[in-house]
């Protein structure tokens, strides 16, 4: 079984920069594909970005492309998202979640976290 614990959510302003980090517990968090979803409010839970168990393969939405990098850190167990030139749009709930297999789709992920709020001012 896997936890995982989002931090690095926050307040910024339109054009700026945030870094999420996910820590997962347990030690077979190499093995897990790992995927960044966020939520807004009044809205459904959107695919964000994955990234494979080894670092080697990477996925975003279209939305984010360019402009969100995803990374691991096998050995400090740890997922990262780094969110360059924000936008209000970006003003969400954002959560990560472990899957064995990559993939966009929110059902194949099998542990995710509680979220970490990041708001976007214009």
């Known amino acids: 079984q896997v936890q995982l614990v989002e931090s690095g959510g926050g307040l910024v302003q339109a054009g700026g920069s945030l870094r999420l980090s996910c820590a997962a517990s347990?030690?077979?968090?190499?093995?897990?594909?790992m995927g960044w979803f966020r939520q807004a409010p009044g809205k459904e839970r959107e695919f964000v970005a994955a990234i494979s168990w080894s670092g080697g393969s990477t996925y975003y939405a279209d939305s984010v492309k360019g402009r969100f990098t995803i990374s691991r850190d096998n050995a400090k167990n740890t997922v990262y998202l780094q969110m360059n030139s924000l936008k209000p749009e970006d003003t969400a709930v954002y959560y990560c979640?472990?899957?064995?297999?990559?993939?966009?789709?929110?059902?194949?992920?099998?542990?995710w976290g509680q979220g970490t709020q990041v708001t976007v001012s214009s």
């Open positions: 347990g030690r077979t968090f190499s093995s897990y594909a």
């Open positions: 979640a472990a899957a064995w297999a990559l993939t966009s789709w929110s059902s194949g992920y099998d542990y």
